[in-house]
T-cell receptor, first 111, second 114 residues
Framework: DQQVKQNSPSLSVQEGRISILNCDYT??????FLWYKKYPAEGPTFLIS?????DKNEDGRFTVFLNKSAKHLSLHIVPSQPGDSAVYFC??????????FGTGTSLTVIP | NAGVTQTPKFQVLKTGQSMTLQCAQD?????MYWYRQDPGMGLRLIYY???????DKGEVPNGYNVSRLNKREFSLRLESAAPSQTSVYFC?????????????FGPGTRLTVL
């Protein structure tokens, strides 16, 4: 049973606009969340994290928002660039440290 | 500084054959992991090694064995491959098992079992 869900398999956005990638989770014990980015034929690379004591974390063009009551997090990329075209995975963990990954959203940024 | 390396990049096996996937990291990390990625399933943890000399099961360990050969190397063995083990396998490492330590992933091994 998938505990972390990314319901949009793909997303297309114009260069310069905002990309919003969404992630939902079912386990209320999850309290630490990550986003990874993956290019074809490469392994995932860490992008940004957020702890449940926060509802927002920013790193340059990337911002992650956490809505604990809705069990929902989102990744905002502003402005989107063609180099952002990749598959994005969210992941969540509870105190046991193992991460559970979503199925990924493929982002295409159109020049 | 190569980071995390995996061999082979591609492999085709017949049902029942065995093979070992190799992983090495040069970042002096204590913890290492094996994941599999399947369509529609995301990455799932197979086994991990929190530190040299220890290994533990993850979410989907059945059909696999692991060996933490030394601090650098962590191998994954399929004793009798099955079509259900067709997947992309990723090795990762991190400074420690603590979840706030970033995991660094290798490029993956694409395995097909016929």
């Amino acid at each position: 049973d998938q505990q972390v869900k990314q319901n949009s398999p793909s997303l297309s956005v114009q260069e310069g606009r905002i990309s919003i990638l969404n992630c939902d989770y079912t386990n209320s014990m999850f309290d630490y969340f990550l986003w990874y980015k993956k290019y074809p034929a490469e392994g995932p690379t860490f992008l940004i994290s957020i702890s449940s004591i926060k509802d927002k974390n920013e790193d340059g063009r990337f911002t992650v928002f956490l809505n604990k009551s809705a069990k929902h997090l989102s990744l905002h990329i502003v402005p989107s660039q063609p180099g952002d075209s990749a598959v994005y995975f969210c992941a969540a963990s509870a105190a046991g440290n193992q991460f559970y990954f979503g199925t990924g959203t493929s982002l295409t940024v159109i020049p | 500084n190569a980071g995390v390396t995996q061999t082979p990049k591609f492999q085709v096996l017949k049902t029942g054959q065995s093979m070992t996937l190799q992983c090495a990291q040069d970042m002096n990390h204590n913890s290492m992991y094996w994941y599999r990625q399947d369509p529609g399933m995301g990455l799932r943890l197979i086994y991990y090694s929190a530190s040299e000399g220890t290994t533990d099961k993850g979410e989907v360990p059945n059909g696999y064995n692991v060996s933490r050969l030394n601090k650098r190397e962590f191998s994954l063995r399929l004793e009798s491959a099955a079509p259900s083990q067709t997947s992309v396998y990723f090795c990762a490492s991190s400074e420690s098992w603590y979840r706030t330590d970033t995991q660094y992933f290798g490029p993956g091994t694409r395995l097909t079992v016929l």
